[in-house]
């Protein structure tokens, strides 16, 4: 596993620092109807001439507009935002704007097809630059399945002379995407990159243990991030419960928060600000990508930076 250094893309999370601070699972949202879909956008207005983005979904079928936001493009021309919408055919239209408000430096329009209990990453180019044209991608993120728990049962040897237990994420991405795993919890120092099964060292448990750092009673909890090579992120929360004696030997609670499955989920206000930041990481990525001609090393090395602290936000 590679450790993951904290990147200069941390200041894309720090914009959400009047957000809840990720310190507090929290349960107080209110979760949308179940006929409700989301899509994550994220869009790279080039040339200098733009200051904000107007952003508009318009019913296919009744003509009605659905929903507006009005943006801010930050200064590397990157702009993000979070859709949640009925099931349904919408037109999304994306219109760039001068620093004078009224001046229109770009606009185009695209399909967008929202489904029930699902979510969609759409990356767009808006080309002010060049004097007009929009280039969109839709991609699929991750679906998380499930998390295989293999806790610890035989104590015959006493606690300290335990195994690990392991994690497994069972994880398939609807677009054939690439994945790559990012871990943090109990005894992760920030977060890890890896594969998709995570070796949980019972030795560093047992020492936080018996300096009396752990709670028995709290269990043991551990976040893990699928991201796929377009951006696109589904996220798993595991708590291991104790049995009184050993913190790895009981029940596990898992609970799949966010992916190409999940909707609108009663993720609460933490974890929302956790998903609404790395939408704007990832747009960030896009961003630096199209200053860098299409660097594909410069996209991976990016994307990984925004899904460690997606790991990293998550679990604290």
Same mark, same amino acid.
């Given at each position: 596993?590679? $450790?993951?250094t $904290?990147s *200069?893309?941390?200041a894309?999370?720090l914009?959400?620092?009047?957000l809840?601070?990720?310190?507090?699972?929290?349960?107080d &949202?209110?979760?949308?109807?179940?006929t409700?879909?989301? +899509?994550?956008?994220?869009?790279?207005?080039?040339?200098?001439?733009?200051?904000s983005?107007?952003?508009v979904f318009?019913?296919?079928?009744?003509?009605?507009?659905?929903?507006?936001?009005?943006l801010?493009?930050?200064?590397d021309? &990157?702009?993000? !935002?979070t859709?949640e919408?009925?099931?349904g055919?919408?037109?999304l239209?994306?219109?760039?704007?001068?620093?004078d408000?009224?001046?229109?430096?770009?606009s185009?329009?695209?399909? %967008?097809?929202?489904?029930?209990e699902?979510?969609?990453?759409?990356?767009?180019? *808006?080309?002010?630059?060049?004097?007009?044209?929009?280039?969109t991608?839709?991609n699929?993120?991750?679906?998380?399945?499930?998390i295989?728990?293999?806790?610890?049962?035989? *104590? &015959?040897a006493?606690?300290?002379?335990?195994?690990?237990?392991?994690l497994?994420?069972? %994880?398939?991405?609807?677009?054939?995407?690439?994945?790559?795993?990012f871990w943090?919890?109990l005894t992760?120092?920030?977060s890890?990159?890896g594969?998709?099964?995570?070796?949980i060292?019972n030795? !560093?448990v %047992?020492r936080?243990?018996l300096?009396?750092q752990?709670?028995?009673?709290? #269990?043991?909890?551990?976040? @893990?991030?699928a991201?796929d090579?377009?951006? #696109?992120? !589904?996220v798993a929360?595991?708590? *291991?419960?104790?049995?009184?004696?050993?913190l790895?030997?009981?029940?596990?609670? %898992?609970r799949?928060?966010?992916g +190409?499955?999940?909707?609108?989920?009663d @993720?609460?206000? $933490?974890?929302?600000?956790?998903?609404? +930041?790395h @939408?704007?990481c990832a747009?960030?990525?896009d !961003?630096?990508?199209?200053?860098?001609?299409g660097?594909a090393?410069?996209?991976?090395?990016?994307?990984a930076?925004?899904?460690?602290e997606?790991?990293?936000?998550?679990?604290?």
């Amino acid at each position: 596993m590679t $450790r993951i250094t $904290r990147s *200069l893309l941390s200041a894309t999370l720090l914009a959400f620092a009047a957000l809840p601070a990720c310190t507090d699972a929290g349960t107080d &949202s209110t979760t949308q109807a179940s006929t409700s879909g989301r +899509a994550q956008i994220a869009v790279v207005v080039t040339g200098d001439a733009s200051s904000s983005l107007d952003l508009v979904f318009t019913d296919s079928v009744t003509g009605a507009v659905a929903t507006s936001q009005h943006l801010d493009i930050a200064a590397d021309g &990157s702009v993000s !935002a979070t859709v949640e919408l009925p099931e349904g055919d919408y037109g999304l239209e994306l219109t760039a704007i001068a620093a004078d408000g009224i001046t229109v430096t770009a606009s185009g329009s695209t399909d %967008v097809a929202i489904a029930a209990e699902a979510t969609i990453n759409l990356s767009a180019t *808006l080309d002010a630059e060049g004097g007009g044209g929009l280039e969109t991608d839709i991609n699929l993120p991750p679906t998380i399945a499930g998390i295989d728990v293999h806790v610890i049962h035989d *104590l &015959s040897a006493g606690v300290q002379a335990l195994g690990d237990a392991t994690l497994t994420a069972s %994880v398939t991405d609807g677009d054939g995407d690439a994945l790559t795993f990012f871990w943090s919890g109990l005894t992760i120092d920030g977060s890890i990159e890896g594969s998709g099964s995570l070796a949980i060292d019972n030795d !560093a448990v %047992v020492r936080a243990q018996l300096a009396g750092q752990l709670d028995l009673n709290a #269990g043991a909890h551990f976040v @893990v991030v699928a991201q796929d090579d377009a951006g #696109g992120a !589904a996220v798993a929360e595991v708590t *291991l419960g104790s049995n009184g004696t050993c913190l790895l030997c009981g029940a596990a609670d %898992v609970r799949i928060v966010a992916g +190409a499955g999940i909707g609108i989920e009663d @993720v609460g206000e $933490r974890l929302e600000a956790c998903l609404q +930041a790395h @939408v704007a990481c990832a747009a960030s990525c896009d !961003a630096l990508v199209v200053a860098e001609g299409g660097d594909a090393s410069a996209s991976a090395q990016c994307n990984a930076s925004c899904g460690a602290e997606l790991a990293d936000c998550a679990y604290q």
